[in-house]
Every structure is written in C-alpha cells, then in structure tokens.
T-cell receptor, first 114, second 111 residues
Framework: NAGVTQTPKFQVLKTGQSMTLQCAQD?????MYWYRQDPGMGLRLIYYSASEGTTDKGEVPNGYNVSRLNKREFSLRLESAAPSQTSVYFCASTQQSGANQPQHFGDGTRLSIL | DAKTTQPPSMDCAEGRAANLPCNHSTISGNEYVYWYRQIHSQGPQYIIHGLKNNETNEMASLIITEDRKSSTLILPHATLRDTAVYYCIVRVLSGNTPLVFGKGTRLSVIA
C-alpha cells in the first residue's frame, strides 16, 4: 500500500539553486496539497490542486510554483532557493476537497538550503 | 475556519486512557472537527472526525459537547507508540478550504 510517495526524502541545496519536489499518489484521489512544516510549528499550506488541471495558492505560496502533471502527480518547484525555505515539505491527497474527506500524507522531504 | 485551542503537552501512563481536550468555541454549524497526529519524523496521520455526534473507530473515540464548543479525543489504552503531536482542526463543509494546523498537543506516553 504505497499511498502518497514523496521524492527525494532528503536534499541539501545552495542558495539560488532550483529544485523540484515530486509527489505521487495511487489512491485515485482528486485533490492534492503541498505543506511546509518548520521546527516546532504546525503545517502551513503552500499550494493545492482541487482537481486535475487546477491549482490555487495557500497560506505561504511565495517562492514556489506547482504543477499538477496528471491525476496522480503534483510537483512543487523552488526556482531560486533561499535559506528561509529550509523546512520539511509534506504532500497530501484526498478523494474530494470537501470537508468530509480525510487527507492522506506522505512522509515528507527534508530540505536544507545553505 | 474556526480556531482551536489545545494544551501544549500532556503525559499519560501506558495502558491508561489518554484524553486530549480541544476548545473550538467559535465553530460554525457546517464545520467538522478533525483529529490528526504526527509521530516524530513522519507525515500527519488521520485519526477521526465528526460533526456533532460522538464517533468511534479502531483508533480512538471523539466526544463532542452538545454545544459543539469543545471536544475530547480518547485513546482508550495508550501505548508507547501513541507518543506524538495531536492536532485538533475544524474545517468548513464546502469549498476547497485546506486543513489549518495549529501547534497541537504533544502527548508523551510513559512506561
């Protein structure tokens, strides 16, 4: 049971480098989400995709772009990484974006930017 | 979404029931109460959710007060593996509103 798979699990970047975080789900879910979690804090939403072909900004979208490549895959791109983007990034998916649907999370990508 | 208030930390003896409180005094009639937990270094895990009736599943029970202004998550027989941060979240019924995570309650289960 793969669920939500994130790659890579760990990454170190230099300031200014670009990178794409990958996320794929095998549950045929319609909605997908990207969150970041800083030390000692709860998760904050970066971007989400309610359905294939749509994307919307969350609470902290600046410095990021996303692509809903198909129903399974939702990628997060950092065009010019900054130390403030050092964080743990979680991808999640849910069947529908309505409230009565729990979200399923991946195990995260730990990103450090020097 | 309505805000929630949770104690920052709690301890529970192994084998005893863990009762985690959550206040959501400004909850609206169309908002569900969700509970997630996050074990160290892992992604959040869904536990249970409810609207106004008490709910039970294989992981936990959710008790929602009649006025819906507070709720309690109950882990009936806590084990060391239940040590985690527990998040109480309220969320509107419709639209694309995301989960809003606060700081949660850090539950430590002690042997």
């Amino acid at each position: 049971n793969a669920g939500v798979t994130q790659t890579p699990k760990f990454q170190v970047l230099k300031t200014g480098q670009s990178m794409t975080l990958q996320c794929a789900q095998d549950m045929n879910h319609n909605s997908m989400y990207w969150y970041r979690q800083d030390p000692g804090m709860g998760l904050r939403l970066i971007y989400y995709s309610a359905s294939e072909g749509t994307t919307d900004k969350g609470e902290v979208p600046n410095g990021y772009n996303v692509s809903r490549l198909n129903k399974r895959e939702f990628s997060l791109r950092l065009e010019s990484a900054a130390p403030s983007q050092t964080s743990v990034y979680f991808c999640a998916s849910t069947q529908q974006s309505g409230a009565n649907q729990p979200q399923h999370f991946g195990d995260g990508t730990r990103l450090s930017i020097l | 979404d309505a805000k929630t208030t949770q104690p920052p930390s709690m301890d529970c003896a192994e084998g005893r029931a863990a009762n985690l409180p959550c206040n959501h005094s400004t909850i609206s009639g169309n908002e569900y109460v969700y509970w997630y937990r996050q074990i160290h270094s892992q992604g959040p895990q869904y536990i249970i959710h409810g609207l106004k009736n008490n709910e039970t599943n294989e992981m936990a029970s959710l008790i929602i007060t009649e006025d819906r202004k507070s709720s309690t998550l109950i882990l009936p027989h806590a084990t060391l593996r239940d040590t985690a941060v527990y998040y109480c979240i309220v969320r509107v019924l419709s639209g694309n509103t995301p989960l809003v995570f606060g700081k949660g309650t850090r539950l430590s289960v002690i042997a």
